[in-house]
Every structure is written in C-alpha cells, then in structure tokens.
C-alpha cells in the first residue's frame, strides 16, 4: 500500500526554521519525482518545492527561493524541506507529493499525497 508520511510541522517564529521530513513506500523510490505542496486558507494548493527522481533537478516557487531546499535520500526514501527565513505568509498545510514520473514542475501532476503537515508562522 502506497504511503507518504510528513513529520516536522509545527510553530516557529518569524525568521526560524522548520525541516518537514517525509518517508514514502514508493518503490522504486528513484522513479518518482517528489514534491511539496502547500494551501493555506482561502488560497489554492501550491508546488513550493520539487525534486527529481535523481535529485539532480530541484524546482522552487518564486515565493520559497533561497529560503527553502529540497532534498532527497532515496536509500531511506526519504525527501525533506529545509525551510529557513520562514515568514507568516508560509503559514499551510504542507503536504509531501509524489509524481508518476521521474521529473515534473507542475502541481497537478503530483497525484500521490500525504495527509499534511501544519506550518504556523507567528510574526
């Protein structure tokens, strides 16, 4: 059965850190591109963050560059996001994503989800 867990949400103040960590069942693993989406209230669901099957190729939204990194290890299966500078307009849920194929940018195509992760930003 297919499973994608997140870890590592929670409440953080303006211009802390978070790591959100997710480990997945995919097999294999090195096949799928991962992601990390987020919604917030009111908005629609975002691609923040992307890796491909190799982790050579990373995606980030305009809005998280140079303030988050994605990463992956596919030996544990595992991505994570390193998030630094973290603002109150992060605050969402953070869902962990992966795509069918090897490589993707676009948020519809991650169609496998976890069940999310709240991020709390305080300013």
């Known amino acids: 059965q297919l499973q994608l867990v997140e870890s590592g949400g929670g409440l953080v103040h303006a211009g802390g850190s978070l790591r959100l960590s997710c480990a997945a069942s995919?097999?294999?693993?090195?096949?799928?591109?991962m992601g990390w989406l987020r919604q917030a209230p009111g908005k629609e669901r975002e691609l923040v963050a992307a890796i491909s099957g190799s982790g050579y190729s990373t995606y980030y939204a305009d809005s998280v560059k140079g303030r988050f990194t994605i990463s992956r290890d596919n030996t544990k299966k595992t991505v994570y996001l390193q998030m630094n500078i973290l603002e109150p307009e992060d605050t969402a849920v953070y869902y962990c994503?992966?795509?069918?194929?090897?490589?993707?940018?676009?948020?519809?195509?991650?169609?496998?989800w976890g069940q999310g992760t709240q991020v709390t930003v305080s300013s």
């Open positions: 994503a992966a795509n069918r194929n090897c490589y993707g940018r676009a948020a519809h195509e991650y169609v496998y």
């Open positions: 995919l097999r294999p693993f090195s096949n799928h591109a």
